[in-house]
C-alpha cells in the first residue's frame, strides 16, 4: 500500500504537467476511471429509488416532480461523472462511462414506466396513469438507445472493440441488464509509468 500511494503522489506530481505522450495518455486514464468510479459509486442508491404515487391527490405534475426529485438529482450527478470521464480522453473510460450513461438513462425509463399507483384508482384511472408514464419512460428509453448507438457508432469509425462495445450492442438489442457490470475496472489501481506500483 505504501508503493502504491508514494506511486500515486508522483503520477499525480506527472500529470500536473505532462511531458509526453505517455504520461499524458496515464493520466488521462486516471482522470476517467477517478470520474467513472464516482459515477457507479452512486449506483446502488440510484437503482433503490422507485416511483411510489401514494395517494390521488400526489398524482399531480408537481406531486410526480417531488417524488421523482431524488432519482433525478442522482442521474444528474451521475451524468456529469460519467461525462467527465468521456471527456479525459481514455478509450476504455470512454467505452464503459458511454454505456453505464446509456443504463442509467434506461434505469430512469424504468422507474417512470413501473411507477406504482394509489390502490384507490380506479381501473380507467390507473390505466391512464400508466400509459402517460410509459409515455415519458420511452423518453429516456429512447435517450438511451442514441446513447448506445452513438457509441457503437464511434467504435466502428475507430475500429474499437471492447466488452462495453460488445455490452452497447446487446442493449441496442433489449438485453439491458439491471445492474451493469464493472468488470475490473473498479479494481485496478493507476500504474505509475514503468509498471512500478
Known amino acids: 500500500s505504501g508503493d502504491s500511494t508514494t506511486a500515486n503522489v508522483e503520477l499525480g506530481r506527472l500529470c ?19 470520474y467513472f468510479r464516482q459515477g457507479v459509486a452512486l449506483w446502488d442508491q440510484y437503482n433503490a429509488l422507485e416511483l411510489v404515487i401514494a395517494t390521488p391527490k400526489q398524482l399531480t405534475a408537481a406531486g410526480i416532480q417531488r417524488a421523482s426529485a431524488r432519482k433525478q438529482q442522482l442521474l444528474r450527478t451521475m451524468q456529469g461523472h460519467f461525462e467527465r470521464s468521456i471527456k479525459a480522453g481514455s478509450p476504455e473510460y470512454l467505452s464503459a462511462s458511454t454505456y453505464w450513461l446509456g443504463v442509467a ?3 430512469y425509463g424504468r422507474f417512470l414506466r413501473d411507477v406504482r399507483l394509489p390502490a384507490s384508482l380506479t381501473d380507467e384511472e390507473r390505466a391512464a396513469g400508466q400509459q402517460g408514464a410509459a409515455k415519458q419512460a420511452e423518453q429516456f428509453f429512447e435517450a438511451a438507445r442514441t446513447t448506445w448507438q452513438a457509441l457503437v457508432a464511434k467504435a466502428e469509425q475507430e475500429q474499437i472493440q471492447n466488452q462495453w462495445i460488445a455490452r452497447a450492442r446487446e442493449a441496442l438489442q433489449g438485453e439491458v441488464p439491471e445492474s451493469p457490470p464493472t468488470t475490473g475496472l473498479l479494481e485496478r489501481e493507476p500504474v505509475l509509468l514503468g509498471g512500478d506500483k
Request: with cysteine.
Open 105 to 107: 438513462r434506461w434505469e
Open 16 to 34: 500536473a504537467n505532462p511531458t509526453s505522450d505517455a504520461v499524458r495518455a496515464e493520466c488521462a486514464s486516471r482522470n476517467a476511471a477517478t
